[in-house]
């Protein structure tokens, strides 16, 4: 049974094994596994089959989409011919002869083949929308569609933007639910869509997962949030392309990286700060972990106590259990202690209003009888009752200077360290009760919503 390559030489399937076969052309043989597209084109090429510039497939008179419509094509025909139930002969187009049908579609509409390829590939601001919509219809007759995929691929580009997301293990069960992570993947998409590129996500609590699997991408660069320097290190080893992190704190020393953070520091300052100046002194800090932002913003609490001349006691650090297993016990703990505080500040708006939905089920009135804030700013805080005097951070801007910063690599900078801070500012709502009259502070915004 032969398969004709037109544009690219002839090749014949001689053997065929469940989903492998043998192509044959001339003195050359391949054992190709029918398992993905591109490892059918990576296969061809060493094997020195012409086939380099291939961009569209045709199948018969039906337009195959992807690379794997030409291996389920062929895997189709090896099935058949194996059961004795396929004769015949199937023609898929190359390159050239791809150029061919374009020429002819352009001749049959009187117009050039760069128009009808403007068309194909979107471009019909260049064209007029009578031409756009004559090319269109011919289009629809051939049953084309833009092959996005066999382009990158000619182009020796992928337009793939890999977005890799450490979680921490056992703090969610879809970590997607979390407002900042949705906001965040939100910004990010919404600026590598604007460049023209797609974006492909990947999260898990395992660095030697991760790396395994972005390193086999084909991506033109990564993304890398709420990674420690040792995880940025192990994934630097392997993947050389340009990537930016958001929310690490990767020593200076050990590594060139764009990093997009937040000044976390001051954000635990000015949240401490506002509740020493409204009175409070029994302030326990909560957080799930003494690392990365947590940690950061930790330290800014100790800053603002010391400048109070207040000591620092270890007994106020309250590390919650964040897996759904052992957070009841968590909170059982933190109820048990509840009387020792007068305000609970927290890493996050999500532990606040999960602590406060708990602790009010337990008869505790907020603030009457017990102060929280939370960390972020975002629809948990506008949304709990009463609404939660928090830390602001603009989550969308980060994602789109993220992308920024990756696509000048793309384009050739080479960044040394850079370790961009974007500022925070205080919300004032009314979680928050006021012991004594607050000092002045011209970072608190009591009319935020």
């Not at 989409?65 to 062929?74: A, E, T, Y």
């Not at 601001?125 to 269109?136: I, L, N, P």
């Not at 949240?271 to 972990?289: E, S, V």
Request: proline share 2%; charged share 25%; glycine share 8%.
């Amino acid at each position: 049974m032969n398969i004709t390559m037109l544009g690219t030489g002839n090749a014949m399937v001689t053997e065929c094994y469940n989903t492998c076969f043998v192509l044959q052309d001339g003195d050359k043989h391949l054992l190709v596994d029918g398992g993905g597209g591109n490892t059918l084109l990576r296969q061809l090429k060493q094997a020195g089959f012409a086939w380099q510039d291939m961009r569209e497939i045709f199948v018969t008179h039906k337009h195959v989409d992807h690379l794997m419509g030409i291996v389920w094509m062929i895997r189709m025909i090896c099935q058949n011919m194996k059961q004795g139930q396929y004769e015949g002969e199937a023609t898929i187009y190359g390159h050239e002869e791809v150029i061919r049908i374009l020429k002819e579609m352009a001749e049959m509409l009187g117009i050039s083949t760069t128009t009808v390829s403007n068309v194909i590939n979107g471009k019909t601001s260049e064209v007029s929308q009578k031409t756009a919509e004559k090319v269109q219809k011919l289009l629809d007759e051939y049953d084309y569609v833009p092959n996005m995929n066999a382009k990158n691929l000619a182009q020796n580009h992928s337009r793939l933007i890999g977005i890799v997301l450490k979680r921490k293990k056992d703090k969610y069960d879809n970590i997607f639910t979390d407002p900042f992570h949705g906001e965040l993947l939100g910004s990010l998409e919404a600026a590598i869509r604007e460049r023209g590129y797609y974006m492909m996500l990947y999260t898990s609590e395992d660095i030697d997962e991760i790396v395994r699997n972005v390193v086999s991408w084909n991506t033109e660069g990564l993304i890398l949030i709420g990674m420690l320097h040792d995880d940025y290190l192990k994934i630097r080893s392997k993947y050389k392309k340009p990537a930016v992190l958001i929310d690490s704190y990767t020593p200076k020393n050990i590594a060139r990286y764009v990093n997009i953070g937040l000044d976390d520091e001051e954000g635990g300052y000015l949240m401490t700060k506002y509740l020493l100046n409204c009175g409070h002194r029994k302030i326990a800090f909560l957080a799930d972990n003494m690392e990365g932002v947590d940690y950061i913003r930790y330290t800014g609490h100790q800053r603002a106590l010391q400048e109070y001349g207040l000591d620092i006691d270890l007994d106020n650090l309250i590390v919650i259990r964040p897996s759904k297993y052992e957070r009841q016990g968590s909170m059982e703990e933190i109820y048990a202690v509840a009387h020792k505080f007068t305000a609970f500040m927290c890493c996050s708006d999500y532990y606040a209003v999960t602590l406060m939905k708990y602790l009010k089920a337990k008869g505790i009135r907020f603030p009457e009888d017990l102060s929280i804030t939370g960390f972020d700013d975002n629809l948990y805080a506008q949304l709990a009752c009463p609404s939660l005097t928090t830390i602001h951070q603009d989550i969308f801007q980060r994602g789109t200077i993220a992308a920024e910063y990756l696509f000048k690599m793309i384009d050739g900078w080479n960044p040394k360290t850079t370790n961009l801070s974007l500022p925070v500012r205080l919300v004032v709502r009314d979680s928050v009760k006021i012991l004594n009259p607050p000092e002045d502070d011209s970072s608190d915004d009591s009319s935020a919503l």
